[in-house]
């Protein structure tokens, strides 16, 4: 707490004689309790007792600790100001010390210490003050007033009932009067009420200055409490020993063999224990033996331990203060193979009026790839058969490829620990970067920036007319992109085949020593850098309308790569194995029956599309042609940023986009069969468990975390959690071991955030699967018992209307039409007369206007 603050009064002396000084004596006799000191600007600054602005004239005194003057004295040692009166400091006996501002120069300096406790006691208790107290207690006694009556004097205007009168409101004309009644071919008519489908209107806020307030005072508390901490230990076993033993199984002789083999009481002995045998091998058949129930309670349990968490716990943050400034990660991927490596997108966190204005400044300053590590923190896709292979999309539409196999040494450096990374020859402790191997042609790549990229398994490979085959290599060699300028592209890393080309030039070629490369870029993809082309160019037309579908997200059926995060040794393929690869001729390839060819499309304007990337062929022209996609869904109000399968059910797929999110089950086209309510927020990313199967997190806008469980709530988040200040751009979960289990989540400033996931969210029931897969089939028959009977009442609807219209055409009876014409016109006198009685009431119908 600060010192209390002394009377700036000058101390009224008991002895004045004694403590202040004779006109004629010199500035330097002071009194024995208190001792002048120069104080440079050094020490005032460390001490807080700046003159004219900690001390004045009327606030001169400051309480010092004796602790900080000590530790000055053993610090600067000769140098300190307090050194003079070392000794006394050291010796007083309290913890505070009374040091008084000298504004006058009273005793010829500019401060001075009070060295005992009697005169620091006197000049804190302010004895002046308690004389003036005495003083004022006698003056009250001594001058009573009497209460009195205060008297009423003439009231004297000073011109405010002008100012009244002027901000009244007087009537300056008489009052006007209207009558507004409706057109007599509109009363009675019947109304018929439909359904609009014009959409909404967004009528946003905004600050109007004309009334916006300045805050001029603030009432605020704060409350003090203390720090919670969270600690562990754990014994580390740190002097291992390797220890081995041999022994020799000890036999019989053959003879003895022989003889136990024909003796009886081994007969006899099988023989008894042959019933017990049999039965004990048909239980191993129906039960499982080893099976550990102990491990079966914690399971169904659902927590290891007596304290249960349900919070993601941040793990670690990464960010670096060069490539990820001012920069947005727009994509993450775990490493395949590296446990504990993770790759990170950088992009520029611009709008596309900055981006059009900045085009120039934006070549100078590119974006990155980064790679970070847990144990020595340093829109990529892994290919699946070689983890050292990256693709990647770009702003501009072209598609890029890297080859790190030279820096896979480093990565896994990393992951060792530090003692490795000692050993290595790299001491300039500057990261590597990495150049690219190939680049698409910017002529026939994406016209717009590539939003979603993804490998197709080594299971098969597309051909020229995207008919599924297979893959002899049994290499992950293409790829498919898409972009918002409404294609999608299949791509393959192999060079194309050549005609004119024989076997003997192309050996020579690859015998051919490559070129010095002063970049040290690997020549895995030198045939195709600059002169890359897509294999297939899948357009989406638009359903009953001309133009195109503008694509963001994609997710086909048979990707068996998009939740591959396991240590997966990669195959040695060479350095020149996708060189070597040539693009099979469409008779050499067999086709594959049992491969979808559907996929899922989410657009840019929140529908989500089901088409198929087969190519039909024109019977004219026999040209190759894209075909209108078979269905069309709008579901959410603006662009779909995830489209998602469940690495359980290959047939569930996730969406997400504007503010909610939708699941689907591909075969059912009849809509989706879980839609959740409208957010407050935007949703932003969507993203399943690997565990889980009922569990998937939405990314928001304002940096929470949504956990949905399918079986505990479907209409609001089991739980939520705030991760940053910023909107959330991807969430990507690794399970590389059984104890740790990962959540990678990355905001719109560049950071991102490692989270592991608790016991709760990570540990699914022996039935999980199974619950979730019925509930799938109860919403599923919710969804066709409503269309069946959405079909009912439509037709029962237009059996109605059938119904009217036969009615109308019928011709009316003569006598029926003057009985109706007789009724209408009695209602219409009786409202005539009920619009007079009330008007008449209200005072609006003079006796003038009545006749």
């Known amino acids: 707490m600060p010192p209390k603050r002394p009377k700036s009064r000058a101390i009224k002396q008991k002895d004045k004689n004694k403590e202040t000084p004779d006109e004629g004596a010199p500035e330097s006799a002071h009194p024995d309790h208190i001792f002048p000191l120069v104080l440079t600007s050094v020490t005032q600054e460390m001490f807080g007792c700046r003159a004219d602005e900690d001390v004045t004239g009327d606030n001169p005194y400051k309480l010092l600790r004796k602790e900080d003057i000590v530790q000055d004295m053993k610090s600067r040692a000769a140098v300190s100001d307090f050194s003079p009166v070392k000794q006394i400091v050291l010796e007083y006996p309290e913890d505070e010390l009374l040091l008084v501002f000298d504004r006058d120069f009273t005793y010829g300096q500019c401060f001075y210490l009070v060295l005992t406790v009697e005169a620091k006691e006197n000049m804190m208790k302010s004895p002046a003050q308690a004389d003036d107290e005495e003083e004022l207690m006698e003056d009250e006694e001594e001058h009573v007033v009497e209460p009195k009556t205060p008297k009423s004097h003439p009231w004297i205007s000073l011109g405010s009932e002008q100012e009244i009168e002027d901000e009244s409101l007087t009537q300056a004309r008489p009052q006007l009067r209207y009558k507004i009644s409706p057109l007599m071919r509109h009363c009675g008519a019947p109304v018929r009420f439909s359904d609009g489908n014009d959409g909404y209107v967004e009528c946003p806020s905004y600050e109007d200055k004309s009334f916006s307030l300045t805050q001029m005072e603030r009432s605020t508390s704060v409350q003090a409490s203390r720090d919670t901490t969270h600690s562990s230990t754990q014994t580390l076993w740190k002097y291992p020993k390797n220890m081995c033993t041999q022994y020799e199984p000890r036999e019989f002789s053959p003879e003895e063999k022989e003889h136990l083999l024909r003796s009886e009481s081994l007969r006899n002995f099988i023989t008894s224990v042959a019933r017990r045998l049999e039965e004990s091998l048909q239980q191993n058949i129906l039960s499982d033996v080893f099976c550990d129930d102990w491990t079966v309670l914690c399971e169904d349990d659902g927590v290891p331990t007596g304290k249960t968490e349900t919070q993601l716990k941040e793990y670690q943050s990464f960010m670096d203060l060069h490539f990820s400034k001012e920069k947005s990660i727009s994509h993450v991927h775990w490493h395949p193979s590296i446990s504990g490596v993770i790759a990170v997108a950088m992009t520029e966190r611009l709008s596309l009026e900055e981006r059009i204005d900045d085009s120039t400044k934006l070549l100078l300053n590119p974006s990155y790839i980064l790679f970070w590590s847990f144990t020595d923190p340093i829109n990529p896709q892994f290919c699946p058969s070689d983890p050292n292979i990256i693709a990647g999309g770009c702003l501009n539409g072209q598609v890029v490829l890297w080859d790190i196999s030279a820096h896979v040494e480093r990565?896994?450096?990393?992951?060792?620990?530090?003692?490795?990374i000692s050993n290595k020859p790299d001491t300039s402790g500057v990261i590597?970067?990495?150049?690219?191997?190939?680049?698409?042609?910017?002529?026939?790549?994406h016209k717009a920036p590539v939003t979603d990229i993804q490998w197709l398994p080594e299971t098969f490979e597309v051909s020229r007319l995207g008919i599924p085959v297979e893959n002899p290599s049994r290499m992950s060699v293409q790829m498919v992109t898409c972009s918002p300028d409404c294609c999608v592209l299949f791509w393959d890393l192999r060079p194309p085949r050549v005609a004119s080309q024989s076997l003997t030039d192309v050996k020579q070629k690859s015998e051919e020593k490559s070129p010095e490369n002063p970049h040290g870029v690997p020549n895995t993809f030198k045939h195709l850098n600059l002169t890359w082309k897509p294999l297939i160019r899948v357009t989406l037309p638009k359903i009953g309308s001309s133009g195109e579908y503008s694509p963001l997200k994609f997710s086909f059926r048979d990707n068996t790569v998009d939740y591959v995060t396991g240590d997966k040794p990669p195959q040695d393929t060479g350095r020149e194995g996708f060189a070597q690869l040539?693009?099979?001729?469409?008779?050499?390839?067999?086709?594959l029956e049992n491969i979808s060819t559907k996929l899922y499309v989410g657009t840019e304007d929140g529908e989500l599309i089901y088409t198929d990337w087969?190519?039909?062929?024109?019977?004219?022209?026999?040209?190759?042609?894209?075909?209108?996609?078979?269905?069309?869904?709008l579901t959410h109000h603006a662009l779909v940023n995830t489209v998602s399968r469940s690495p359980f059910f290959e047939d569930i797929i996730l969406t997400v986009g504007s503010f909610g999110f939708a699941i689907w089950k591909e075969g059912v086209m009849s809509g989706p069969i879980l839609t959740s309510a409208c957010s407050e927020i935007v949703c932003t990313i969507g993203h399943w468990s690997l565990s889980r199967p009922a569990l998937f997190f939405i990314g928001k806008e304002d940096g929470k975390i949504e956990v949905w469980d399918l079986l505990q709530n479907t209409h609001n988040p089991s739980q939520t959690q705030k991760i940053s200040t910023a909107s959330i751009t991807c969430i990507r979960s690794s399970s590389s071991s059984g104890k740790h289990h990962l959540l990678a989540v990355s905001d719109r400033i560049g950071t991102l955030h490692i989270l592991q996931i608790p016991w709760t969210l990570r540990k699914s029931s022996s039935n999980e699967k199974q619950n979730v897969r019925k509930y799938l089939e109860k919403e599923e028959e919710r969804l066709e018992y409503f269309e069946k009977r959405q079909i009912k009442h439509e037709k029962h609807k237009k059996e109605m209307e059938a119904e009217q219209l036969k009615n109308k055409r019928e011709p009316v009876p003569l006598k029926q039409v003057e009985e109706l014409e007789a009724e209408a016109l009695k209602e219409y006198q009786e409202f005539l007369a009920l619009e007079k009685t009330v008007l008449k009431n209200m005072g609006l119908l003079?006796?003038?206007?009545?006749l």
């Open 411 to 420: 990565l896994q450096d990393t992951r060792s620990g530090s003692d490795n």
């Open 432 to 445: 590597p970067v990495v150049r690219y191997c190939a680049v698409s042609g910017i002529e026939s790549g």
């Open 582 to 591: 040539r693009v099979p001729s469409a008779k050499q390839q067999k086709p």
């Open 846 to 850: 003079t006796q003038t206007m009545d």
């Open 614 to 633: 087969k190519m039909e062929k024109d019977n004219d022209s026999g040209r190759l042609f894209s075909a209108k996609p078979t269905h069309q869904f």
